[in-house]
């Protein structure tokens, strides 16, 4: 168990929807990173967040947006969702920022249909 | 459980065996590479880095080496067991638009035969 826990698990939506993915951190890290696992990309890095603030971007679409809350958990909205976003999301979270070690949570499988 | 299902490189070996996963990787300036191993139904999981000015580096049973001759990554298994089983991501940590990310190449998958 890595710390980092997400939900939900599982979400299956229809497409032109929006949905919300929660992630916590481990205790005491600052950082929190969101990465996409689909089969013909394998997993890349959306976005990172250090102490609430956006620290930096990777391959995120426009109607994809993050944020990190005061107490460090992180959020991220997929909006007008697509047949193609149907994959594994993941949160990842660390100390400090632009660190290499980190931390998977067990990640949430969406599915649009 | 859950998987991802890609369409990956598949390496099966014999339960005691050695194992060996390669990577090549593109980017020169990365300052350090690193190996994750992914367990079906779970996130990725850190084993072991090295640092781009080292060309070895020993862990408890595995082991990263480095030849930026050819940019070219691998890990050794030694002893493989069942639990070892998994998705094998090297990764790269990258400056890129004045900060640091998270690199990884496309993955290979580990079978251990009993």
């Known amino acids: 168990d890595s710390g980092v826990t997400q939900t939900p698990k599982h979400l299956i939506t229809a497409t032109g929807q929006r949905v919300t993915l929660r992630c916590s951190p481990r205790s005491g890290d600052l950082s929190v990173y969101w990465y996409q696992q689909s089969l013909d990309q394998g997993l890349q890095f959306l976005i990172q967040y250090y102490n609430g603030e956006e620290r930096a971007k990777g391959n995120i679409l426009e109607r994809f947006s993050a944020q990190q809350f005061p107490d460090l958990h992180s959020e991220l909205n997929l909006s007008s969702l697509e047949l193609g976003d149907s994959a594994l999301y993941f949160c990842?979270?660390?100390?400090?920022?632009?660190?290499?070690?980190?931390?998977f949570g067990p990640g949430t499988r969406l599915t649009v249909t | 459980g859950e998987s991802v299902g890609l369409h990956l490189p598949t390496l099966s070996v014999q339960e005691g065996d050695n194992s060996i996963i390669n990577c090549a990787y593109s980017?020169?300036?990365?300052?350090?590479f690193i190996w994750y191993k992914q367990e079906s139904g779970k996130g990725p999981q850190f084993i072991i880095d090295?640092?781009?000015?080292?060309d070895k580096r020993q862990g408890q049973r595995v082991t990263v080496l480095l030849n930026k001759t050819v940019k070219h990554l691998s890990l050794q298994i030694a002893a493989t067991q069942p639990g070892d089983s998994a998705v094998y991501f090297c990764?790269?940590?990258?400056?890129?638009?004045?900060?640091?990310?998270?690199?990884f190449g496309s993955g290979t998958r580990l079978l251990v035969r009993p």
């Open positions: 990842a979270s660390s100390v400090g920022t632009g660190e290499y070690e980190q931390y």
């Open positions: 980017n020169s300036a990365s300052d350090y």
């Open positions: 990764a790269e940590n990258r400056v890129m638009d004045s900060s640091y990310k998270l690199i």
């Open positions: 090295i640092r781009s000015n080292m």
